[in-house]
């Protein structure tokens, strides 16, 4: 039960990119097709969950018995950054097929914010490294949804007249909020 | 020296970062729920970038092209750790306020955008002035962001009451929805000005005009991928 709460919570009241502003780039820069949208949303989720493990593993076992903690930062987008490059090396030797449909998007992951959000907020939020994981799962599988109903949208709205001004950014930020206006209603869920 | 102040001044509002370069969106939203808080981050991300680029620019012979991106990463972390640091000694109070988005400031491409389109190319003394100019202009258009949403969500300026206890706060400003509504106005707003002013000026502005977030270069990538993409749906042979 706890464990469905946590999943409830962090895909729909708390969506990481809709009620936490984590990843506003990709949202914004990957979401013109469905298709990319996917690819990025589920590349986000193959790395998040990976990160986590990974930088929770080394703050137990590095940097709290070295006593390293106020290098967190530094430690974890370097741990991101190798890993996201070893992540690519391994895909495109061993799994051609999944670097195929998920290798384009690896490199822009490494500053997507989202990753390194989540691999820091588990540490403020006290997780062990079970929920970590799963927080993980959740915090991206939330993080998926939001840019693939965006990417929907935008598919919709290349067909209709919008004023100038108004066009690209603008308006996916308006309608990002419209969006997370609706999400806000999930909060009386739990 | 005229080039010098140049650098400096374009980031001040020809080329405002949050809203006409459109980088940094994460801060620029989680943050601004009321000005001051919007202000301690501008003046982070001041300090940061342009030691990050004074930086950059002065290593900028020595890094191979390879692992640039993974240099700029580093050198801009141990930055953010400096500010982390100092923010808990200095102002606890807005450290907690701003949470996860003190170390997320390494991954903010506005550092990284002006690594790569700035300090990368360009000697250390121009360099400070993009980066100050950048982060002074980032610090303006939060604090403005920030004022705004404090305002209409608030009722207060700085934590200072403005219309006394008959004003019924419009709390859809300081919640989620209202900084993406928020920002996407003003940013509205500020491509209808351009619009007008090329309009004025005579000059034909290009029909696919967009604010692009010119500096991260990942639409631009996206773009090609789906038309990649296009090109394989269509000629499935090849694939």
């Known amino acids: ?190 | 020296m005229a080039t010098v102040m140049q650098e400096f001044t374009k980031g001040l509002w020809k080329e405002l970062p949050p809203f006409r370069l459109v980088l940094g969106l994460c801060p620029t939203l989680a943050v601004t729920t009321n000005a001051e808080n919007g202000l301690g981050m501008g003046l982070a991300v001041i300090f940061v970038l342009a030691l990050s680029n004074v930086l950059i620019s002065l290593v900028r012979n020595i890094i191979p092209k390879k692992v640039r991106i993974v240099c700029f990463i580093a050198i801009a972390a141990s930055l953010v750790v400096a500010v982390e640091m100092l923010m808990q000694a200095y102002a606890y109070g807005l450290y907690q306020q701003l949470g996860i988005f003190v170390p997320l400031i390494v991954v903010n491409c506005i550092i990284l955008g002006r690594a790569e389109a700035f300090a990368g190319k360009n000697p250390p003394l121009a360099s400070l002035a993009d980066g100050l100019g950048m982060g002074l202009g980032f610090t303006f258009s939060l604090t403005f962001l920030g004022g705004i949403r404090e305002i209409l969500g608030v009722g207060e300026i700085f934590g200072v009451g403005l219309f006394g206890p008959s004003f019924h706060p419009f709390t859809f400003m300081v919640q989620a929805p209202g900084a993406f509504v928020c920002l996407g106005l003003i940013l509205a707003g500020m491509n209808y000005l351009s619009v007008w002013q090329a309009k004025r000026a005579g000059v034909q502005l290009d029909p696919h005009f967009d604010a692009g977030c010119s500096g991260c270069g990942a639409c631009k990538m996206m773009d090609q991928i789906a038309a990649q993409k296009k090109l394989e749906r269509m000629n499935p042979a090849q694939g």
Not at chain 1, 69 to 78: A, D, K, S
Not at chain 1, 160 to 183: D, E, H, V
């Open chain 1, 1 to 190: 039960m706890e464990i469905f709460l946590l999943f409830i919570s962090a895909i729909f009241v708390n969506n990481i990119l809709l009620a936490q502003y984590l990843g506003n780039c990709p949202y914004l820069g990957c979401s013109k097709e469905k298709g990319v949208a996917i690819g990025m949303g589920a590349a986000v989720i193959f790395v998040t969950v990976l990160a986590t493990v990974f930088t929770y593993l080394f703050q137990q076992y590095v940097m709290v018995p070295f006593q390293l903690e106020y290098l967190q930062t530094i430690f974890f987008i370097l741990i991101i950054a190798a890993l996201v490059q070893f992540v690519e090396m391994f895909l495109k030797k061993m799994v051609p097929p999944l670097y195929k449909s998920l290798g384009i998007f690896l490199p822009l992951i490494t500053t997507n914010c989202a990753v390194l959000g989540v691999a820091i907020l588990v540490h403020r939020l006290e997780f062990d490294l079970w929920t970590s994981f799963l927080y993980s799962i959740a915090a991206s599988a939330g993080f998926l949804l939001a840019i693939v109903l965006m990417a929907g949208i935008r598919e919709r709205l290349a067909l209709c007249r919008i004023p100038r001004s108004m066009q690209g950014i603008p308006n996916g930020l308006i309608m990002a909020g419209i969006m997370s206006l609706s999400f806000l209603a999930f909060k009386g869920m739990i």
